[in-house]
C-alpha cells in the first residue's frame, strides 16, 4: 500500500446511507472510529435522485468535520446556505460548474474548505486548472445518484491525480468496502467514502477497523 506523503488516511462514512429517521444517533455510532462526515446532496436534476438540503445539515449533531458533496445544478447559488448550515468542506462536481476556478474561490472566501468532484467518464485533465487550488478531489468509483452500488475500477485515474499532486487530499467514493479500499488506497487515495458497507454493517467498528486492515 503507498501511503500519501504527509497525508492521513482518513474514513469518511456517507449518511446516505444512514437512517434519517435516526440520523444523529447512527453518526454517534460511529463517530469514534472516523475522520469525517460526507453528506451528499441531490437535487434530481444533476443526478436522478433527490436527498436533503441544508436545513437537515444544519441539524446534524457532530464534532467531526462535515464535508457536503454538491451533486446538484447551479451549485455556486446554495454555497452560503450550506456553510451557514454547519459545512466544513464544500465539494462540487466539475461537470456541474461552468467556471471552476472562480467556485473554487468562492468557497474559499467563506473560509472553508473546497473540493471538486469528477464522474467515472470525466477524466482528470478537466480538473487540472483547479488541483493546485482545492484541499481535495474526489473520485466516483459509481455513477453519482444512488447508495450501494458495485464499484468501478478507477486505479489510474487515481495513480495519475496522485502524479499530478503528491499532497493531494483524493477521496474516493462508491462501492468502498474492506476489499475495494485497498485497491484505491494502492492506487494513491487517502481518504474513503463508504456508506450501505459502514451503515449496513452488524459491527459498525469492525467494518471500518477493516477498511484499513
Known sequence: MVKPKMLELKIAPSI???????LN????????????????VMDGHFVPNITIGAPVVR???TKLPIDVH??????????????????????????????????????KSY??????????????????????????????????GFGGQSFMDMTKKISELRRMC???????????NDKTSKTVLAAGANILV???????AKDRKKAIAKLFA
Request: proline letters at 3%; glycine letters at 8%.
Open 111 to 144: 473560509g472553508v474548505g473546497a473540493g471538486v468532484s469528477i464522474k467515472p467518464k470525466t477524466s482528470v485533465s478537466a480538473i487540472k486548472k483547479v488541483v493546485k487550488m482545492v484541499d481535495l478531489v474526489l473520485i466516483m468509483t459509481v455513477e453519482p
Open 194 to 200: 463508504a456508506g450501505s458497507y459502514i451503515f449496513g
Open 25 to 40: 444517533k447512527d453518526i454517534a455510532s460511529v463517530e469514534k472510529y472516523v475522520d469525517w462526515i460526507h453528506v451528499d
Open 59 to 61: 441539524k446534524i449533531k
Open 70 to 107: 454538491l451533486m446538484i445544478e447551479n451549485p455556486e447559488k446554495f454555497i452560503k446556505d450550506f456553510v451557514d448550515a454547519g459545512a466544513n468542506f464544500i465539494t462540487v462536481h466539475s461537470e456541474a460548474v461552468k467556471n471552476l476556478p472562480a467556485l473554487v474561490r468562492k468557497i
Open 16 to 22: 446516505l446511507s444512514a437512517d434519517f429517521g435516526n
Open 166 to 176: 503528491s499532497d493531494l487530499n483524493i477521496s474516493v467514493d462508491g462501492g468502498i
